[in-house]
Each structure stands twice: as C-alpha cells, then as structure tokens.
C-alpha cells in the first residue's frame, strides 16, 4: 500500500494539467446548466438599481484591464444591461490605462445594442491620471477632472451632464476592479467625503479582502469573480459568457477538490518513512 | 469577417497556445511568445500612455485650450527624470517632496477614517438588541459579532510579540492560528477560482477560434505547435538537457 501511494505520488503533474484541461473543455462544449444561487451580495446591487428612478446618474468605473477580461468583462456587460433597461443615465470612466479602449468598447457596444444615445444617454469619460487623486477632483469639480470626454468633447457641454457637476450629483457608483486603483479608492476617496451609495465588483483574488466593506456598510454589494458576474446575468436574465462559464468552473473545483483529498490520503498512506522523505 | 479580425484571432491564438505549451516543459514556442508578451505590452503601455496622457491630458488642453498653466506639473515631472543625470539628481528630490507630502496629506486622514477606525467600529457592534419587542438576547448577527470580535483580539494576540506566547497567551494565540487558517484557505480557494475564470476565459476563446468562421484557427495552430514539439524533442541530442 506504501508503494502505491508513493507511485502515485509521484506521478508526472502534467496528466493532473491535462485533466483540468480535460474537465474545463468537456462543460464548455456541453453544458450541463447546473443552477446558479445569486448571493446576498449581489441582489443588494441589483436591488439597489432597480430602486433608483429613470434618469438617476449612474458611475461605472471599469477600473480593470485586458488581464482581468474573463472575470469582470462579463459582470460589466451585465450591469450596463440593466442600467440602460432601467433608464438611467450611465457616467463611463477607467482608473486603468491599459484597459481604456476595452472599457470604451464595452460601454459603447451595450449602448448600442439598448438603443441608447452617446452624450444624451450614457458618456464615456476615458481615463485621467491619479487614481485617487481624480475621484477627488471630480468630487470638486466634474468637468475639470474630465475637461473632455473621451472622444474629445467638452464635458461642460454635454447634455447628460448638465445637472452633475460633481459625484455628490451621482446617485450610484460602481467599481468594477482588479486591484488598486478600485472598489477600496472609490470609497475611500469618493463615498465617505461626497456621500453616494457605492457598489463593488472585483476578480475572485480580491473578494475576501473586501468583504470586510460589506459588512460595515462601506459598500452595498458585491460581485465576485466569474461567479458574481454569473449572479448577475441570472438576475438580468441574460446569461452570457460568465453562466456559460460556470460549469466548467463548478467542474474543475470539482476535480481540484477530489485531488486534495486523494493525495493528502495518498500522503498518509505512506506512513512516517515516505512523510520523512518528502 | 474582415482580414483584420481574422489576422488577429490567428495571432492571438497561437500565442495562447506557445504560452500553454510551457505545460508541457519550457520550450522554444513558449519562450517567443514571453518575449513577444513583454515586449507588446510595454509597447502598448507606452503608445497609450503618451496618446492618453501627454497628448490629451497636456499637449491639447494647453496648446489648444491655452491653459498654460499645465507647464507647472510638466515641469515637476521632468524634474524626476533629473535622477539620471548624476550631477542634476537632487532636482527630483523637489518633485518626490511634492509627491510624498501631497500624496501623505491626501491619504493618511481619509485610509485612518475609511479602513480603520469605520473597520473598528464595524467589529464592535452591540450582541443584545433591544427594539419593539423588548430585549433580544440572541440572532445570528450577534454570533457573527461574537465571531469577529474573537477572531481580530487572537489574531493579534498572535501577532503581539512583546510577551512570551505562554499561558493563557498560548491558548489564545493557537485560537488566533486557526482563525488565520480558515482566512488563508478562504483566500486559496478564491485564488484557485480566479484561475481557473482566466482558463476558461482563455478556452471559451479557443473553442470560438476553432470555428470555420476564423479558418479553423484553433485546431490548425495546436496541431502546428504539436508538431513542432515533437520535432524540437528530436532535434534534441541528449547532452542538450532536459529542457
């Protein structure tokens, strides 16, 4: 039994690469829709827009860049298509330079397919530098953080932004990030000084380090990862690349999950001498 | 589909593919593709830094807009390239004052407010409520409380090194261990999602580039690097390693 264990032990790690590949193919080319359960968190955020009246100004900062694609382009696409089915009027920007033409191009093209216009209905502000130091300022002044949209024209003369000078004109923000400058700035820089509700998405790699926020209140939801992304589709109900993604996600935890136990059994099962040697 | 998008998709996947090809063992399509990787993306960071920044944010706004203005930070910026010229360095000690003062001011009052003294409110909530109904000895929201309140005292029970961890000290800093367990697996296993959201990001790609709408391109491109392993591993004379 010691040998078996040790065997397979040892065995080359690249078939446990090839069975992750195999695990997270199989669910994409056949799905099998196991149900997806929507958490607290995101019903909050999704609650929270649905309160807010036609016309309310929604932020949504896509503080993410080309890395971070799969988890949060999903959740970004998601809550665009619920901002423009509830009529509000949506305020485009990035904290991220590297991810300004993506975050451009996704606000654009769920823009178009709703059926809105740009400059009545929804604005793309581009990228500023400064992180935190641009919340301040358009906390202090919108249109001198973001002189220019981001295809040139004076935000001063915008029409959807005639009665939002600053944040404290804003009734919800969110920041959809994948580190810092993000959800963590935002708030506190922006929420705690010009006081509107502020909502949270982010990869799966920073969500335990933000759920603190929750429960104080600092922010009212959040997204996390593919999965929250998943959430979020389901409450739009329009499942898109993060729902059909969760099979496969649900599948390799599977996997992953069965490994630990089967070698932490296998680890034992060698007895003292095999854990001696490693 | 235009040429464009097709020249891409082809390139994009068989970047992919060089870069998981490292699964197999470190090998010459890998290493272009994390030579081409580093090199793109500083490319990228530059080309939009300079269109995004110095142009829109600087040149328009103060040739075009006249906000002459502008020069001052343009001016502290190129004070930081003084550090390269030995005999001119200490004029960036000017713009790293600026940096570090403002940059202090602004953050330190607001990070105190936001992330620990509202967290430390956050940790101290009442664990007996009273309301409508009178007194409520037990919820579940108290217990969560209890929860937090006896996690933060041990986890810094166990990171307060001015006594020797004996005792009562002992018992609690092993409590404060296993608290510090459970937030490490929490974390692990929220990485291993990430992960995992990135591969299938990655395949869900793939499986659209395999389509006759972009020529096959996924299933043409791993057979190409398929093979091109297999004659690498025996163009290899054995002297040459293991890879």
């Known amino acids: 039994m010691n040998d078996f264990a040790r065997r397979m032990l040892s065995l080359d790690r690249r078939l446990i690469f090839l069975l992750i590949a195999v ?103 581009g990228y500023a530098p400064g992180g935190a130091n641009v919340i301040i300022s358009m906390g202090q002044d919108l249109y001198a953080a973001f002189p220019t949209d981001y295809y040139g024209v004076k935000t001063a003369e915008l029409p959807m932004l005639k009665e939002v000078r600053t944040l404290r004109d804003i009734q919800y923000a969110i920041s959809l990030s994948a580190g810092s400058p993000g959800v963590e700035t935002w708030y506190v820089y922006g929420k705690e000084k010009y006081g509107f509700e502020l909502g949270g998405g982010c990869t799966a790699v920073s969500a335990p380090g933000l759920y603190p926020l929750i429960d104080t209140g600092q922010i009212n939801g959040l997204l996390g990862g593919l999965r929250g992304a998943a959430e979020y589709e389901t409450l739009v109900g329009v499942p898109g690349k993060a729902t059909a993604g969760m099979d496969a996600q649900s599948a390799t935890h599977f996997l992953i999950i069965f490994l630990i136990m089967v070698c932490n059994l296998l680890y034992f099962l060698t007895g003292q001498e095999g854990r001696r040697r490693g | 589909m235009s040429i464009e998008i097709v020249i891409g998709v082809w390139v994009a996947t068989g970047l992919s593919l060089f870069m998981y090809s490292f699964l197999y063992k470190d090998n010459p399509f890998f290493k272009l593709g994390e030579h081409i990787y580093v090199g793109v993306s500083v490319g990228y960071g530059l080309v939009i830094t300079y269109y995004e920044v110095m142009v829109k944010k600087l040149y328009i706004p103060m040739v075009q807009g006249g906000n002459w203005w502008l020069i001052l930070p343009t001016f502290l910026g190129l004070l930081v390239l003084a ?50 109904g009178g007194v409520v000895w037990f919820t579940f929201a108290g217990l969560n409380t209890l929860l937090i309140v006896v996690g933060v005292v041990s986890v810094l029970f166990y990171f307060f090194f001015s006594i020797e961890h004996t005792g009562v000290v002992h018992k609690v800093t092993r409590i404060g261990i296993y608290f510090l367990m459970v937030s490490f697996g929490a974390a692990f296993g929220y990485t291993v999602m990430a992960r995992m959201s990135l591969l299938i990001g990655r395949f869900d790609e793939l499986i659209e580039y395999a389509s006759p709408d972009y020529d096959y391109a996924t299933l043409v491109l791993l057979v190409v690097v398929i093979a091109g392993l297999v004659l690498w591993e025996r163009s290899r004379t054995p002297e040459s390693g293991n890879g």
């Open chain 1, 23 to 125: 695990v997270t193919l199989l669910p994409l080319l056949y799905p099998f829709r196991l149900p997806i359960r929507v958490s607290p968190e995101a019903q909050k955020i999704y609650d929270y827009i649905e309160s807010l009246p036609e016309g309310s100004v929604f932020l949504l900062s896509l503080d993410f860049d080309p890395s971070s694609k799969p988890e949060l382009y999903p959740m970004s696409i998601a809550l665009l298509r619920h901002a423009f089915r509830k009529n509000l009027k949506v305020v485009g920007m990035t904290l991220w330079i590297t991810g300004t033409s993506m975050a451009e191009s996704v606000i654009a093209g769920v823009a178009q397919e709703s059926g809105k216009e740009k400059g009545k209905d929804y604005i793309f502000l």
């Open chain 2, 83 to 132: 550090r390269f010229i030995p005999a001119l360095a200490w004029l960036s000690r000017l713009s790293f004052a600026f940096i570090v003062g403002v940059g202090s001011g602004i953050a330190i009052p607001r990070v105190i407010s936001s992330l620990i003294l509202q967290q430390v409110q956050g940790t101290l909530k009442p664990l007996v409520t009273t309301g409508d």
